[in-house]
């Protein structure tokens, strides 16, 4: 069983041996470097950590993006062409973000002497070659940028973002078969077939490669906050680690700085750094990880965590595990609220997940319990403040091996209920039901 990742992790790579295009990193780290994004909130993730990256490279910033949620190329142009002030403007010049609203693209542009200007695709079509050249919108973009910048010297770079998280809800993963690999395979199809032909852009920034290099690592698929914007810890520092590498080419050795150690512990760094470096020497390819199995050091702290129990004051909680099942709290209106099974769902993912027969309240698992999950695994503790409401902010998958509930953990929510599967959750375990389920314990203090 344990080398099922590995096999299926080798064969990914199998699929991704197109040739690397390389660019050289198009600017000068010595100088303060003026850098603009118009796009997103994809856009907004991979910005939101890099001025303190930058500043722990030793590399002055003065950084922007013209935010419009779901904004796709078509959207800006039109901006642009009538003028339209629709956009937050967001900016930082000192570690801080400030932001303006009802701001035009032509003013973000203007508003300083920019270095490099980025564009990117909104992501549901950012697979779809096609979306970026449709009634010519790419080229009256670069034309637009070109023609308004205040930097002749300006630079134009793409902003190549990520595959959805395996098990997305998002709408527009069905443009891709809900398959992560398929979506990756299509941004990468695009970004050679429109964007590396063109002289106009210095730079590709593969943050999406590097996404999808942590993925082959122990880390796993979790790397988002809803399965498609990143985690705000780990998800948008692999990002802004990308953008600052592909920008300088700086190495990123020496680099200590992280936004949340707590996510970001310190024997994840040798496999995020090996993935961005390597989606930036080779944009276009899957880099296996070199850390597929979780670090010795990591395997023994788990294990003197777990001996460290004291089962004379606890009580292992029966959490009634239900093979090809799960639970999905910001489902759609009929099934939020209750298990998909294959009596109720078509899911083609169901038997990636063992899940618990039933939700949880705080009498079953009070504040003062100890959740485990085994290294290798990952579980989502679902939760919901109403059974007649469905949950906009979806709890993340977790793969710490120890988490302790707290108030916080229970915050607004009134249910809980859990997911487990392999980090990555893209392995059949219909055949191991019980194993897979006894990788999650949790331990409820005798009263």
Not at 150 to 174: E, I, V
Request: aromatic share 12%; proline share 5%.
């Amino acid at each position: 069983m344990t080398n099922r990742p590995l096999r299926i992790i080798f064969l990914l790579l199998v699929l991704f041996t197109w040739a690397a295009c390389v660019f050289g990193a198009p600017l000068d780290p010595a100088d303060t470097l003026k850098i603009l994004a118009i796009g997103n909130s994809f856009s907004q993730d991979a910005m939101e950590h890099l001025y303190h990256i930058a500043a722990d490279a030793g590399v002055d910033v003065v950084l922007g993006y013209l935010y419009i949620g779901g904004s796709n190329l078509a959207q800006h142009w039109r901006n642009a062409q009538y003028d339209l002030p629709n956009y937050q403007y967001y900016k930082n010049t000192d570690g801080s973000w400030r932001v303006q609203g009802g701001r035009t693209l032509l003013y973000g542009l203007q508003d300083e002497d920019w270095d490099l200007i980025t564009l990117q695709q909104v992501s549901g079509l950012s697979g779809i070659a096609s979306s970026y050249t449709e009634n010519g919108v790419l080229d009256h973009l670069i034309d637009y940028v070109n023609t308004h910048k205040t930097n002749p010297a300006a630079k134009l770079g793409w902003h190549m973002t990520w595959a959805y998280q395996s098990d997305s809800t998002h709408a527009d993963f069905a443009r891709y078969g809900r398959n992560q690999l398929t979506m990756f395979s299509g941004i990468v199809h695009a970004v050679r077939e429109v964007i590396v032909p063109r002289d106009e852009f210095a730079v590709v920034i593969p943050a999406g490669t590097a996404i999808q290099n942590v993925r082959t690592s122990f880390i796993g698929d979790a790397l988002t906050r809803d399965g498609y914007h990143l985690s705000y810890g780990l998800g948008r520092y692999v990002a802004g680690l990308t953008w600052l590498h592909a920008l300088t080419g700086l190495p990123l050795d020496s680099l200590e700085w992280v936004p949340d150690e707590a996510e970001i512990p310190d024997h994840y760094l040798p496999a995020v750094k090996e993935a961005v470096e390597a989606a930036v020497a080779q944009p276009f390819v899957i880099t296996v990880s070199s850390y597929v199995e979780p670090p010795a050091g990591m395997q023994q702290a788990a294990e003197e965590e777990g001996a460290a129990i004291d089962l004379d004051n606890y009580t292992l909680l029966d959490w009634e595990p239900v093979g090809c099942a799960y639970w999905q709290s910001n489902g759609a209106q009929h099934l939020f609220n209750v298990l998909n099974t294959r009596e109720n769902s078509t899911a083609s993912n169901l038997c990636f997940f063992v899940s618990s027969g039933r939700m949880f309240t705080r009498d079953d698992i009070p504040v003062g319990s100890i959740i485990e999950i085994a290294p290798g695994f990952q579980y989502r503790p679902e939760g919901w403040t109403s059974l007649t409401q469905r949950t906009t902010n979806r709890p993340a998958p977790v793969t710490t091996h120890r988490v302790v509930v707290t108030e916080e953990w229970w915050g607004d929510f009134q249910y809980r209920a859990f997911n487990v599967s392999y980090i990555g959750n893209s392995w059949d375990i219909r055949d191991e039901v019980e194993e897979v389920a006894s990788k999650l314990r949790i331990y409820v203090p005798k009263k």
